[in-house]
């Protein structure tokens, strides 16, 4: 199973989601409620009248009509192997671009206290690798320096994007977490499978 929609779960790393992750108590009906609008990404859940199971589908873009029937067996897999395995990914990516981020900032102040000749030099005396956000600043022209010290010193430009950045980090840390806790065991995610009914 490929991730495919799995940064959608960004969506969910509001201070409510992170809120009912952080709750030590509560009823079992906001628990599944939880769940099923965590897994929409990938998994939907129907139940007919008439029917005496659920019907599980996963979701993928590459199958025909978007989705296939998995069975109870492929469902436990997802939630304790696949599920667990793009939340890690996911952080990880995260982690790339929070740090990526940072660099850069150190990059440009770099540049902005050393000035573009020995800015250059410095590369060439410490002997270090030219990422592309060298290739950036020395190719900026006043507008552009300008437009990036505004980026990093106005509260609402880098300050923000780091702190939600960072906040969407501990979101899936968080669930990580969660669903180590609530589906550690096969009876677990039997007894949500059952459960799940009634909410839809």
């Given at each position: 199973?490929?991730?495919?929609?799995?940064?959608?779960?960004?969506?969910?790393?509001?201070?409510?989601?992170?809120?009912?992750?952080?709750?030590?108590?509560?009823?079992?009906?906001?628990?599944?409620n939880f769940i099923i609008n965590?897994?929409?990404?990938?998994?939907?859940?129907?139940?007919?009248?008439?029917d005496t199971v659920i019907n599980?589908?996963?979701?993928?873009?590459?199958?025909?009509?978007?989705?296939?029937?998995?069975?109870v067996k492929e469902f436990i897999?997802?939630?304790?192997?696949?599920?667990?395995?793009?939340?890690?990914?996911?952080?990880?990516?995260?982690?790339?671009?929070?740090?990526?981020?940072?660099?850069?900032?150190?990059?440009?102040?770099?540049?902005?206290?050393?000035?573009?000749?020995?800015?250059?030099?410095?590369?060439?005396?410490?002997?270090?690798?030219?990422?592309?956000?060298?290739?950036?600043?020395?190719?900026?022209?006043?507008?552009?320096?300008?437009?990036?010290?505004?980026?990093?010193?106005?509260?609402?430009?880098?300050?923000?994007?780091?702190?939600?950045?960072?906040?969407?980090?501990?979101?899936?840390?968080?669930?990580?977490?969660?669903?180590?806790?609530?589906?550690?065991?096969?009876?677990?995610?039997?007894?949500?499978?059952?459960?799940?009914?009634?909410?839809?």
């Amino acid at each position: 199973m490929n991730k495919g929609n799995f940064s959608k779960l960004e969506d969910n790393s509001n201070d409510a989601g992170q809120m009912f992750i952080d709750m030590k108590d509560h009823y079992e009906i906001e628990y599944i409620n939880f769940i099923i609008n965590i897994l929409e990404p990938f998994i939907d859940f129907k139940f007919r009248s008439g029917d005496t199971v659920i019907n599980i589908f996963y979701k993928d873009s590459k199958l025909p009509g978007g989705k296939k029937e998995i069975s109870v067996k492929e469902f436990i897999h997802f939630i304790q192997i696949s599920f667990p395995r793009f939340i890690k990914e996911e952080a990880n990516d995260l982690r790339k671009v929070i740090n990526k981020e940072h660099q850069d900032k150190d990059t440009f102040e770099r540049f902005l206290k050393l000035g573009i000749d020995e800015f250059k030099e410095s590369y060439v005396k410490q002997k270090k690798e030219k990422d592309d956000m060298y290739d950036t600043v020395i190719n900026m022209d006043t507008d552009e320096i300008e437009k990036r010290k505004t980026f990093y010193n106005d509260e609402k430009g880098y300050n923000e994007l780091s702190k939600v950045m960072r906040s969407k980090l501990t979101y899936l840390d968080r669930l990580l977490h969660f669903n180590k806790e609530k589906h550690s065991k096969i009876d677990d995610i039997l007894k949500l499978i059952e459960n799940i009914k009634y909410l839809l």
